[in-house]
Every structure is written in structure tokens, then in C-alpha cells.
């Protein structure tokens, strides 16, 4: 109904979460008897739960609530030193809050793209963008991080459409945007 939650962007093998059936493109609504707003808010609340303790999990899959029980792993200082994600990033124009995808979510021909978090109403919600979906091209550059993301969204011209080639599902498709006008101080 509302855009709230975290998304699961990837699941690492023989993790915790992958035990726990947690998949990637799940939304992680509840943890451990606690709502999930927002990606940010989920962190904090699986640091706070004791290494071996199973708690339940609610997250929609597919439109449906679905309940787990996840036991919680430790995280091993070696694995956290290496961890070092780019940061999501949001794009004002568009509306779309993005994060990286990781090589391990490329897709057959390598393509890496990012990872739609959040769609503000605005252009790209009214172009049928939505969470889950891989952004991997924007008007023709590839997106391999949000680096790119963010430089060749800066870049498009108000009033122009942008061309996004994206990833969901099995397939692939092309979305134009319009990227809005300019808002000038009146």
C-alpha cells in the first residue's frame, strides 16, 4: 500500500538468511515482532538480537505476507573489515532511490546495474518503475554502481525523456521517463 520496508537486494549463500528461505526481491516489513519503515531502520535491529537467537521474520514476497523464522548469525570481524557498500543513493529528478548490485545478482551478460530501493510519486512511478527493478542503462551508459547512476543523472536535460533499460523479473525492457522541467524561484 505504502513504500515501507527493506528490500533484499541478495542473499549470500549458506548465510543465515538463505537458511532462513529469505529471497532476493523479499520486503522485510517485521523483524522480530518489530515494523520495518525503512532499509536504514533493519541493521540496528538485527545487531540487537543475540548471535543463535531464532526470531520471526514478516516480509511480502510476490504481494503475499508471508512469515519465516530466521536464526541470527554472528558476523565475523574478518567478513566486516572487507564489507564496504556504496552507499544508496537518491535521485531528485526522477524520484528513485537506488543501491549497487553486486556481481553475484549480474545477470548472464555481466550486467550489473542498480537496484531500485524506493519510487517517490513523480515521473518515474507514473512510468512504471517500482522497487526490485535493475536499472541497467541510462540513456545508453551502463550503470555499474551508483556512482554512474548518480553522474549520468545529473546530467539529463529537464524536459527530456530518459531512456532506462531495465531489468525485472526474467526479462529485460526500455522505460522512457520524462525528466521534469526545471522548478524556477517565482
Known sequence: ?????????????????DAGNIQSGDIIVRFNGKPVETSAQLPPLVGDTPAGAEVPVEVLREGKRIRLRVTVGELNDERVAQHSPQ????????????APVTSADAD?????GVQ??????GPAASA???PGDVLVELNGAALNGVEDFRRVAAELPPGSFAR???????????????????QGVG
Open 164 to 182: 532506462i533499460l531495465v531489468r525485472r523479473d526474467q526479462g529485460r525492457m526500455f522505460i522512457a521517463v520524462r525528466v521534469p522541467e526545471d
Open 128 to 130: 512504471g518503475l517500482r
Open 87 to 98: 552507499q544508496p543513493a537518491t535521485d531528485d529528478k526522477l524520484g528513485l532511490q537506488v
Open 1 to 17: 500500500e505504502k513504500p515501507t520496508g527493506a528490500l533484499v537486494a541478495a542473499v549470500t549463500p549458506n548465510s543465515p538468511a
Open 108 to 112: 548472464a551478460e555481466g550486467a550489473r
Open 116 to 121: 531500485v530501493l524506493a519510487v517517490r510519486p
